[in-house]
């Protein structure tokens, strides 16, 4: 089976801007998770789409948002961009419904900068 | 709320020699999964174990594997024989549905 895959790999863009990431979840996986990844906080859940459903938020302001589509691909937007939403962007997709492991496989991410 | 703490920022060893990574948890759930996730510098976030948490023995996966101790909510990764291969970003992390809890993770550097 192929991989998750995230697109682009790398953005650039300026302060005020909005943009919007790409996830492609391994086939039959129903549940996609988006991460934020940053040097000085680790690994931030920002959420997680199940069917098309969004299951699962996290702490982040509402210029953060999402969607998945009925192929379970999903897409991430972030609006006015600030400088620290500058960040690895991570996708996570499993295959797991309620219950179970829900072990997740990552894809590449998509590195943000924002200048 | 579920915590996951990584206490070693950074640690190196030699090769072909084992080293042990630390983390502790905190769930009031009974029944739960355990993961420790890899990340080689720029590359993708593999798994590299995983402990259910009602199985009393250990988990292993070829040279990795954990000390998982329920009560003192402790799950450490042991790499035995280091290899060069081995230096990445090392995640302790605690699934809530698709939702997972990572610690800040542990540098490991494998020196020739």
């Known amino acids: 089976k192929a991989g998750v895959t995230q697109t682009p790999r790398y953005l650039i863009k300026t302060r005020g801007q909005q943009v919007t990431l790409s996830c492609s979840p391994i086939s039959g996986h129903r549940s996609v998770s988006w991460y934020q990844q940053t040097p000085g906080q680790g690994l931030q859940f920002l959420f997680e789409y199940f069917s098309e459903t969004q299951r699962n938020k996290g702490n982040f302001p509402g210029r953060f948002s999402g969607r998945q589509f009925s192929n379970s691909r999903s897409e991430m937007n972030v609006s006015t961009l600030e400088l620290g939403d500058s960040a690895l962007y991570l996708c996570?997709?499993?295959?797991?419904?309620?219950?179970?492991?829900?072990?997740?496989?990552f894809g590449p991410g998509t590195r943000l900068t924002v200048t | 709320a579920q915590t996951v703490t990584q206490s070693q920022p950074e640690m190196s060893v030699q090769e072909a020699e084992t080293v042990t990574l630390s983390c502790t948890y905190d769930?009031?759930?009974?029944?739960?999964?355990l993961f420790w996730y890899k990340q080689p510098p720029s590359r993708q976030m593999i798994l590299v174990i995983r402990?259910?948490?009602?199985?009393?023995q250990n988990a292993t996966e070829n040279r990795f594997s954990v000390n998982f101790q329920k009560a003192a909510k402790s799950f450490s990764l042991k790499i035995s024989d280091s290899q060069l291969g081995d230096t990445a970003m090392y995640f302790c992390a605690m699934p809530n549905a698709g939702k997972s809890t990572f610690g800040d993770g542990t540098t490991l550097t494998v020196k020739p």
């Open positions: 996570a997709s499993s295959s797991q419904g309620a219950g179970g492991s829900y072990e997740q496989y």
């Open positions: 402990q259910e948490a009602y199985k009393q």
């Open positions: 769930t009031s759930e009974n029944n739960y999964y």
